[in-house]
T-cell receptor, first 112, second 109 residues
Framework: DAGVIQSPRHEVTEMGQEVTLRCKPISGHDYLFWYRQTMMRGLELLIYFNNNVPIDDSGMPEDRFSAKMPNASFSTLKIQPSEPRDSAVYFC??????????FGPGTRLTVL | GIQVEQSPPDLILQEGANSTLRCNFSDSVNNLQWFHQNPWGQLINLFYIPSGTKQNGRLSATTVATERYSLLYISSSQTTDSGVYFCATLNTGFQKLVFGTGTRLLVSP
C-alpha cells in the first residue's frame, strides 16, 4: 500500500502569493494531520481532521492559513498571502485510529 | 501539557558501534513512537511502542511507561543510520503528537 503522498515536494514562491499544499492519506485512515517543522520551533501540529471533519485547529498560526478535507482521500493546506516566515517543511500524516501516525515525505516551502 | 526530553542531543559513532538513545516524558503515556528523520528530511516510523519491548533488525526499543521513559537501541550502526531520532507521544486527551527535541546521530565510516 502506498504511504502518505504529498505534493509538491518543493515550492518556492514570492511573498504575497497563494500557496496550496496537497496530501493524500493512506487509504482507510480516518485521521489526517498537518504539521510544520522549523529549526526554531521543531515539529508542531497545525490542524487535524477525523473523518474529514476538522477537530483541532488551535495550531494554525494565523487566518492566512486554512485547511480543508473535501473527502477521505484528499486534503489541502493553503497559505494566502504567504510570508517569508512561513518558510518551513510541511508534513502531512495519517492514522488509522488516532494512535500511530505515518508521515508523508513533506513539502519544503520557501517564501522569498 | 506533556513534556518530552531526549538525550543525548548529539551522538557521533564509528560504524559498527552500538548506542542507546533515551526519551523521558513528564507524565504517564499510552502512546509512544520513535521516528528517524533521514538526511533528506523524511520521517520514518521506527516503532509504535506504548509499553514493552520490540525489535526490528538492528533496532530495538523498550518503553517503561510507569517510569516515564523509553529507550531506542541501535546495534552495529551503519552510516545510513545517520540522521535525527525523535520520540513522540500524545498529549493526554488529544491527538496531538508532542515531539522531543531529537538526538542527532552521525555514524562515520
Amino acid at each position: 500500500d502506498a504511504g502518505v503522498i504529498q505534493s509538491p515536494r518543493h515550492e518556492v514562491t514570492e511573498m504575497g502569493q497563494e500557496v496550496t499544499l496537497r496530501c493524500k492519506p493512506i487509504s482507510g485512515h480516518d485521521y489526517l494531520f498537518w504539521y510544520r517543522q522549523t529549526m526554531m520551533r521543531g515539529l508542531e501540529l497545525l490542524i487535524y481532521f477525523n473523518n474529514n471533519v476538522p477537530i483541532d485547529d488551535s495550531g494554525m498560526p494565523e487566518d492566512r492559513f486554512s485547511a480543508k478535507m473535501p473527502n477521505a482521500s484528499f486534503s489541502t493546506l493553503k497559505i494566502q498571502p504567504s510570508e517569508p516566515r512561513d518558510s518551513a517543511v510541511y508534513f502531512c500524516a495519517s492514522s488509522l485510529n488516532g494512535d500511530e501516525q505515518f508521515f508523508g515525505p513533506g513539502t519544503r516551502l520557501t517564501v522569498l | 501539557g506533556i513534556q518530552v526530553e531526549q538525550s543525548p542531543p548529539d551522538l557521533i559513532l564509528q560504524e559498527g558501534a552500538n548506542s542507546t538513545l533515551r526519551c523521558n516524558f513528564s507524565d504517564s503515556v499510552n502512546n509512544l513512537q520513535w521516528f528517524h528523520q533521514n538526511p533528506w528530511g523524511q520521517l520514518i516510523n521506527l516503532f509504535y511502542i506504548p509499553s514493552g519491548t520490540k525489535q526490528n533488525g538492528r533496532l530495538s526499543a523498550t518503553t517503561v511507561a510507569t517510569e516515564r521513559y523509553s529507550l531506542l537501541y541501535i546495534s552495529s550502526s551503519q552510516t545510513t543510520d545517520s540522521g535525527v531520532y525523535f520520540c513522540a507521544t500524545l498529549n493526554t486527551g488529544f491527538q496531538k503528537l508532542v515531539f522531543g527535541t531529537g538526538t542527532r546521530l552521525l555514524v562515520s565510516p
